[in-house]
Every structure is written in structure tokens, then in C-alpha cells.
């Protein structure tokens, strides 16, 4: 991502903030994972998209119209002892010339300075909830700053939340994070392809799950959006399943959720297919019907439809296809009314994606299902989970976990799959895996 992205970013925010306004943002803090050893550390979302800075200790400030400079950062000074033992910084110098900061300031400096910086500014925008720690800071830089009205000062008077405007920014994706998105998902397209190539009888899930992480490292993925999911047999029907421990059954299918992130933006891939390499009539029959819902579910995604249109598309096909099978019974209007379908479909079809894999953006706005616009990025997929004990449900049906899953962009021409390098078609599949 360019400089003049972040640049765009942050102008485009301020001009929605207005003068006389100032924004805070601090970065996401380390994480202890045990006694003295961190874990990888990753920017916050919002504030990477604005800053492009990825270092820990770092707070961005914005002043709309401040003639001394309207971008300001605070972050660790360089160091030569401490970069020995924990790597590079930037230091002041490096934030502004390389991220473009009108001003610098040392992390350790911020309790001092900021105070005057909220002075004679009348809105803050901050997201207060996100950070314990740093909303007690700010409680208290505002509280000194109010104990100095009598000397001529003013104190802010309006707190907005600043995650409300950056997230709507970020729920339309520019050429360039488009772009990101779409190599991203190329990488994690062929990891899931080599998957289908390599996977044998036999095989333990977290095999799977370190190839596939392999793969995509070896090629300059060094992140995962989030941790791999692969369910062999009746595993593939936990929705969440992490703990990719069991051995793959010939005969059984292996669903496999897994992405990885490049330059903070995430793929979201899933799919399933027999560990043996051929599917069997039940898991056929299962595994078309989840497709068809998914294909419908795609046709969807078109400028002008709102955001729930592609799933209720896939209930539609998932319920009528049930029914004529016979796992469940009544019309398909009486199906879709009292909702039985849920017995086997519990969740929604998709969700926004971007910075995070789960990413930011309203679905509803005043009650009403968001309407889709390009550049909006979801994810399609719908899916089917019959346990192993399932009441009521014939035994060639139980143990079959099934999801497909794709990143769809919307745009004016119709939806464009980002994900479409890895097969799903029955035959493709069965071929590839031949």
C-alpha cells in the first residue's frame, strides 16, 4: 500500500471531522503469551489504516487545519541497545519520513504533550471502550485540561466515537486494497488446491493445517487471517473446530477453513472434499446442495440488493433441497417460516471482510438490511452439519460437515470472486485429487 493511500485516509477522515476537532487512536498494546515471551505482535486495524505503521507503542493524533501540522505520532525513539535484542524501530525521524507525520513525539513524552493538544478543541473523536488502560488516559488528560478553564482555556465538549466513521471507510475497499486482497486470495486459493492434491488417508488434521500455513509462508504470507480449521468426518461439523487433532478416515470428508493475511488484509477460504479422493452418493447429493446454495447465494451479491439477499437465497435452495431428501419435512413454506432448517444450517451465509477477517461495517442501517455498493467484500458461505447422533436422521447422512466458502467483491459489472482459483465443482475436485 502506497503513502498516498494512508494520506487519502487520513484526509478524507478529517474532512468528516471538521475544525476544531482532534482524533486519538492508539495502536493495539503487546500481548504477554507466557512469563517474558510475546506474542506476534499486529497493529490495530484501524490505526495500521490510517497510519500504515506497525510498530507497538504508537499513538496517532489528527488536527484538522493545525498550521504547525495535522498528522502527529508518538512512538518509541530509536534505540541501538534495544533494536540489538528486539529489532528495528523507525524512531521519530523514520515516522516522519517514511509514514508521513508532520511531527513526531517520543511515546514516553505523550502525557505531557497531549493535554495541550486538546486544548481549544471542541470534539474529540476516539474510541473509548477499545483500551481500558488508554480510556483512563484520556480521562485524565481531559481532566487537566478542564482544571485549567479558569486561566482562559477550553476544554472539549464533544467526545464522537471515532470507529463509526473509520469503519464505514473501510467497509469500501479501494483499487489498491482490492488488489491486496485479490493476491492474498490467489495465495491461500492455491494452498487450499495443493491440499486437495497431497491429502492421503490417514493424514493428522494439523498436517493439514501446517502445510497449508507452509505453503502460503513460503510465498510471502507470513500471517494466518486465523487459526485453520480442519474437521475430518464428524469434526467438520463444529463451526469453529481448532483443535485440528484427529487423523483423517478413508471414506470420511475433511472441511477446511483457512486464509492467510497479507499486509494486514485477510482471506477466507473453505472447503471440503473426500479424504480418499471420490465422494460417496450421500456426501455428493449433501455437498451438491450446499454448492447450488452457494452459486444462488453468489448471484446475489449485485449493487442495489441488500445484504442478506445472498442468504436467503441459500436458505431457500438448502431448505427445498432438504425437503427432497427427507430430512425434514412439510412445504417449503412452512420450512422457511418456522425456520427448521437451522437444524442442519445454523448460521449466516457470510460477513463483511477486509483488514479482519470478521471485519467492521454495519449490516443494518435503521433496522433495515444494508444495500450493496461496490467495493463492498463479503464472504458466501453457506453450509450443512449432520453430527453423528442427529435424532430423526438416517445414518448415511450422520457425520457429514460440509461449508464452501468464497470472497466476492461487489461491483458495478456483478459479483467478482476473488476466490475462484480453487475448485469446487464435484468432478474438478475428484479430478484435482486424482
Not at 38 to 47: E, G
Not at 229 to 258: Q, T
Not at 260 to 278: K, W
Request: net charge negative; with cysteine.
Amino acid at each position: 500500500m502506497s503513502s498516498t493511500e494512508f494520506s487519502r485516509r487520513r484526509k478524507q477522515l478529517m474532512r468528516m471531522m471538521g475544525e476544531n476537532s482532534i482524533a486519538i487512536l492508539p495502536t493495539a498494546n503487546e500481548q504477554v503469551r507466557n512469563r517474558d515471551v510475546l506474542f506476534p505482535f499486529r497493529p490495530d486495524s484501524d490505526f495500521f489504516y490510517l497510519t500504515g505503521f506497525s510498530e507497538p507503542e504508537a499513538v496517532m493524533v489528527l488536527l484538522p487545519n493545525r498550521k504547525q501540522g495535522e498528522f502527529l505520532m508518538f512512538c518509541r525513539e530509536k534505540d541501538p541497545v534495544k533494536e540489538t535484542w528486539d529489532g528495528y524501530r523507525a524512531g521519530l525521524e523514520g515516522a516522519m519520513e517514511q509514514y508521513g507525520a508532520d511531527d513526531a513525539f517520543p511515546f514516553s513524552d505523550i502525557d505531557d504533550i497531549l493535554p495541550g493538544l486538546l486544548e481549544q478543541r471542541e470534539r474529540v473523536f476516539y474510541e473509548m471502550g477499545c483500551n481500558a488502560a488508554f480510556d483512563a488516559r484520556m480521562s485524565e488528560w481531559v481532566h487537566q485540561v478542564r482544571g485549567r478553564t479558569r486561566t482562559g482555556v477550553h476544554a472539549p465538549t464533544e467526545f464522537l466515537a471515532l470507529d463509526h466513521f473509520v469503519h464505514d471507510m473501510r467497509l469500501y475497499k479501494s483499487r489498491s486494497e482490492i488488489a491486496t486482497m485479490r493476491k492474498a486470495a490467489k495465495l491461500s486459493a492455491a494452498a487450499h488446491s495443493e491440499l486437495m492434491r497431497t491429502t492421503q488417508p490417514g493424514d493428522a488434521e494439523y498436517q493439514l493445517a501446517s502445510r497449508f500455513q507452509h505453503y502460503c509462508q513460503m510465498r510471502g504470507a507470513s500471517q494466518q487471517a486465523y487459526p485453520s480449521i480442519v474437521g475430518g468426518g464428524n469434526n467438520g461439523c463444529v463451526l469453529h473446530y481448532v483443535e485440528n487433532k484427529d487423523a483423517l478416515n478413508d471414506g470420511d470428508l475433511v472441511l477446511i477453513d483457512a486464509g492467510c493475511e497479507l499486509d494486514c488484509y485477510a482471506s477466507d477460504i473453505t472447503r471440503t472434499f473426500p479424504v480418499n479422493g471420490t465422494f460417496s452418493e450421500p456426501q455428493a447429493q449433501l455437498y451438491q446442495l450446499v454448492l447450488d446454495a452457494q452459486l444462488a447465494a453468489i448471484e446475489q451479491v449485485q449493487v442495489g440488493n441488500h445484504y442478506n439477499d445472498p442468504h436467503e437465497a441459500a436458505v431457500r435452495v438448502l431448505a427445498k433441497g432438504l425437503i427432497k431428501l427427507g430430512l425434514l419435512k412439510g412445504t417449503l413454506a412452512q420450512v422457511l417460516k418456522s425456520q427448521s432448517y437451522k437444524k442442519f444450517y445454523m448460521h449466516s451465509t457470510g460477513h463483511w471482510l477486509g483488514m479482519d477477517v470478521h471485519d467492521v461495517g454495519d449490516y443494518k442501517i435503521d433496522g433495515h438490511w444494508r444495500v450493496l455498493e461496490p467495493g463492498m467484500v463479503l464472504t458466501v458461505e453457506p453450509g450443512l452439519y449432520i453430527p453423528v447422533g442427529s435424532k430423526g436422521v438416517a445414518k448415511k447422512w450422520q457425520g457429514i460437515g460440509i461449508r464452501i466458502e468464497d470472497d466476492v467483491v461487489v461491483t458495478k459489472n456483478g459479483p467478482d470472486v476473488l476466490t475462484r482459483d480453487v475448485p469446487k465443482e464435484i468432478a474438478e475436485i475428484e479430478a484435482l485429487m486424482a
